[in-house]
């Protein structure tokens, strides 16, 4: 069993995150600042260790990590147009704050430390499929925040002797991630409400989704292997879907294949092609998505309806 602390991780990811460790046989401490997360997304909060905190604030994640043997650091904001509206933010959370996390877990003794960073908006606007070699040239401060966060990482680890490991998600979709802004959200949400789809841009903009389900295995994976010094790892579908596309499966799904979509300019920040390839990961790690896009799709849409239900009962 080894002790795990996960800032974060009430969010989205962490509260699929941490039943899968816990299931693993890893004993839990979550930090939160409850901005984002809650614990009403937990499987059950008395099975953890739960200390509301910001990442900010070094003291405070120093006590906590203090007698854990591995950090998973989820917490950020996680917005690219936010980033463009208010860098500055941007920059104090998740610049700032990783730094904060990482010397903190230094000051404590943690040896391991995982890092949740970003493919598509740490690389840019380079030519996919993109891979650990390729150069980021970041085009939003959430991007460069992120490749930022990723210089520490691996200073730390080369300075201190840590076990630091960037893992580079895709486009992550599936439950508990209602309060997320993002395509997948926006578009359910329209449909839910009998909006409009926006699409921003003309639709031809493409991303790399990943099931929540498949990217905790990933990041399991990365914590177990317990590699030396620094190293990064792309964790992706491994396909190219347009916004286009990813509208008529939202669609699809929810059995709305007639919805309205309309279409606005583009906007600041956000790159026009993304997806990775995931190789290093698989040969490493033994990474492989199992769940394809359509499925976690349809699995994403029947928790948003369940949630939906659950909202109204509460509110009625």
Same mark, same amino acid.
């Not at 080369?158 to 992550?172: E, G, K, P, Q």
């Not at 009998?194 to 921003?200: F, G, Q, R, S």
């Not at 389900?213 to 396909?239: M, T, V, W, Y």
């Not at 390839?277 to 394809?292: E, K, R, Y």
């Given at each position: 069993?080894?002790?795990?602390?996960?800032?974060? %991780?009430?969010?989205?990811?962490?509260?699929?995150?941490?039943?899968?460790?816990?299931?693993?046989?890893?004993?839990?401490?979550?930090?939160?600042? $409850?901005?984002?997360?809650?614990?009403?997304?937990?499987?059950?909060?008395?099975?953890?260790?739960?200390?509301?905190?910001?990442?900010?604030?070094?003291?405070? +994640?120093?006590?906590?990590?203090?007698?854990?043997?591995?950090?998973?650091?989820? @917490?950020?904001?996680?917005?690219?147009?936010?980033?463009?509206?208010?860098?500055?933010?941007?920059?104090?959370?998740?610049?700032?704050?990783?730094?904060?996390?990482?010397?903190?877990?230094?000051?404590?003794?943690?040896?391991?430390?995982?890092?949740?960073?970003?493919? %598509?908006?740490?690389?840019?606007?380079?030519?996919?499929?993109?891979?650990?070699?390729?150069?980021?040239?970041?085009?939003?401060?959430?991007?460069?925040?992120?490749?930022?966060?990723?210089?520490?990482?691996?200073?730390?680890?080369?300075?201190?002797?840590?076990?630091?490991?960037?893992?580079?998600?895709?486009?992550?979709?599936?439950?508990?991630?209602?309060?997320?802004?993002?395509?997948?959200?926006?578009?359910?949400?329209?449909?839910?409400?009998?909006?409009?789809?926006?699409?921003?841009?003309?639709?031809?903009?493409?991303?790399?989704?990943?099931?929540?389900?498949?990217?905790?295995?990933?990041?399991?994976? %990365?914590?177990?292997?317990?590699?030396? %010094?620094?190293?990064?790892?792309?964790?992706?579908?491994?396909?190219?879907?347009? +916004?286009?596309?990813?509208?008529?499966?939202?669609?699809?799904?929810?059995?709305?294949?007639?919805?309205?979509?309309?279409?606005?300019?583009?906007?600041?920040?956000? +790159?026009?092609?993304?997806? @990775?390839?995931?190789?290093?990961?698989?040969?490493?790690?033994?990474?492989?998505?199992?769940?394809?896009?359509?499925?976690? $799709?349809?699995?994403?849409?029947?928790?948003?309806?369940?949630?939906?239900?659950?909202?109204?009962?509460?509110?009625?």
């Amino acid at each position: 069993m080894s002790r795990i602390l996960i800032t974060g %991780g009430c969010g989205f990811i962490g509260a699929n995150l941490v039943p899968m460790l816990r299931n693993h046989g890893h004993e839990v401490t979550i930090l939160d600042n $409850m901005s984002k997360g809650s614990r009403d997304h937990l499987d059950d909060p008395q099975l953890y260790n739960i200390v509301e905190a910001d990442i900010r604030d070094e003291e405070a +994640v120093l006590a906590a990590a203090k007698g854990n043997d591995a950090i998973i650091h989820l @917490a950020a904001y996680g917005s690219v147009v936010e980033s463009v509206e208010n860098p500055l933010e941007n920059f104090k959370m998740n610049v700032e704050g990783t730094f904060h996390v990482l010397s903190a877990a230094r000051r404590a003794g943690v040896g391991q430390f995982v890092f949740s960073s970003t493919g %598509g908006a740490l690389i840019g606007n380079a030519v996919p499929p993109v891979d650990e070699c390729s150069v980021p040239r970041p085009i939003s401060p959430y991007g460069a925040g992120k490749l930022a966060c990723e210089g520490y990482c691996c200073a730390f680890a080369h300075s201190y002797d840590m076990s630091v490991t960037a893992l580079r998600f895709a486009n992550v979709i599936g439950p508990i991630s209602w309060h997320k802004k993002g395509a997948v959200t926006a578009f359910f949400k329209a449909i839910m409400n009998n909006k409009p789809i926006i699409i921003y841009g003309d639709g031809a903009a493409t991303r790399d989704f990943l099931y929540v389900e498949d990217l905790c295995r990933g990041i399991i994976a %990365g914590l177990e292997a317990k590699k030396p %010094g620094f190293n990064a790892f792309h964790l992706a579908g491994g396909r190219e879907v347009s +916004v286009r596309e990813l509208a008529r499966i939202a669609c699809e799904v929810a059995g709305a294949s007639d919805h309205e979509t309309i279409f606005k300019p583009k906007r600041k920040g956000e +790159v026009e092609r993304n997806f @990775a390839n995931f190789d290093l990961a698989n040969q490493v790690l033994g990474f492989s998505p199992q769940i394809t896009l359509e499925e976690g $799709m349809a699995l994403t849409w029947n928790w948003y309806k369940s949630y939906a239900s659950d909202i109204h009962a509460f509110k009625a």
